[in-house]
């Protein structure tokens, strides 16, 4: 069964919630390492109070029994401990009583960056609230739950997966200098991934590719508006002399530019992605906007944001990557039971001598 992974859930909403299927039977979930994931999502340089509000945790309400995978649907939720002050504005069903709380105005002032003004347009909403609420960060919270997930999947064979900041002494100045100006940044973070055997992925269709993948994944992260694998754009001003990694007696290659992967399929060295964030859209001091319900021009709502939130994509890309060689392994290797998984990934590792 393909592992598959959907999601629902608003910013302010009551939850954040992941149904998760094609899980093999018998897999050990750690609690903690989940809930240390979510911690790191909220935690870095440059992140509002906001975060401190939710310390997000998750909660499983199916497909697990004592810790251990049952191989039916598993049901992850991550509660917006917020949602309480959002009660009346958030309510699923038409409120009742006097409004109170946030979330009771109409918001006709959309913001440059985000989807407000293409979400209205879209879906013929007269409230911006209904598309800001979804295409908000804040569900990338459940999506880091399940990535969490997925890496113990990969950890059962021996696949290690890390996202990490680019020049963090360099961002963390720019974040200081945009914070006294009341602005925002953006950055760039790495994911690395150890351990992947040659052969997940395939060239026989566009689809299948793995790089093609991870670069959808990656690129469906808000704020990310570029992805590279491994040395991504410097190769095009590179000879193909230079290019391409060689290959050793050993089957290995001897540099690794391509970021692990070729032609779409893993090749056994470390898979490399990098994303870059644009700087948040969701400014103290907002641009130029339009007020829908009048037409005249206006300045964008402002809402509580973060002077930059590039540690947390660290994460959150973490999670992505994580999530797609979960699923490219459990094509690759199948079993409904964790042990079979395991056996077929051994079996296949001696077969092409690769350890």
């Known amino acids: 069964m393909t592992l598959r992974l959907s999601s629902a859930g608003e910013s302010h909403g009551p939850a954040l919630v992941a149904i998760i299927t094609g899980l093999p039977a018998g897999l050990t979930l750690d609690r903690a390492a989940i809930d240390a994931d979510l911690a790191r999502r909220q935690a870095g340089y440059g992140r509002s109070p906001r975060q401190q509000i939710e310390r997000d945790t998750v909660e499983v309400l199916a497909g697990l029994r004592h810790g251990r995978t049952l191989g039916t649907p598993l049901a992850l939720v991550v509660r917006n401990r917020d949602h309480k002050n959002w009660t009346w504005g958030m309510s699923p069903w038409p409120p009742e009583g006097d409004p109170v709380g946030k979330g009771t105005k109409q918001v006709t002032l959309p913001r440059p960056g985000h989807a407000d003004l293409a979400g209205v347009q879209k ?51 720019r974040i200081d200098e945009a914070r006294s100006e009341r602005d925002t940044v953006g950055g760039v973070v790495e994911v690395r991934a150890a351990g992947v055997p040659p052969g997940l992925g395939s060239y026989a269709t566009k689809e299948d590719r793995l790089d093609a993948r991870l670069a959808a994944a990656v690129m469906g992260i808000q704020a990310v508006k570029g992805v590279e694998i491994g040395d991504g754009f410097a190769l095009a001003s590179l000879r193909g002399s230079e290019a391409h990694d060689e290959i050793s007696t050993s089957t290995r290659r001897t540099s690794n530019r ?7 399929v893993s090749n056994g060295e470390e898979v490399v992605v990098r994303a870059a964030m644009k700087p948040l859209p969701t400014l103290m001091k907002p641009l130029a906007s339009i007020d ?16 930059a939130a590039v540690e947390a994509l660290a994460v959150v890309a973490e999670a992505a990557v994580a999530w797609e060689l979960a699923v490219a392994a459990k094509e690759k290797f199948g079993g409904d039971a964790v042990g079979d998984f395991i056996a077929a990934h051994r079996a296949y590792c001696d077969r092409i001598q690769w350890h």
């Open 292 to 307: 829908l319900a009048t037409g005249e021009e206006a300045t964008a709502l402002v809402e509580r944001s973060d002077v």
């Open 258 to 264: 391509a970021g692990g992967i070729e032609a779409g």
């Open 123 to 173: 879906f013929g909403h007269d409230d911006v609230r209904n598309a800001l609420e979804r295409a908000s960060a804040r569900h990338t919270a459940v999506h880091v739950a399940a990535g969490a997930v997925a890496k113990a999947l990969l950890t059962a064979i021996g696949i290690s997966v890390q996202g990490l900041t680019v020049d963090e002494d360099g961002l963390r100045a």
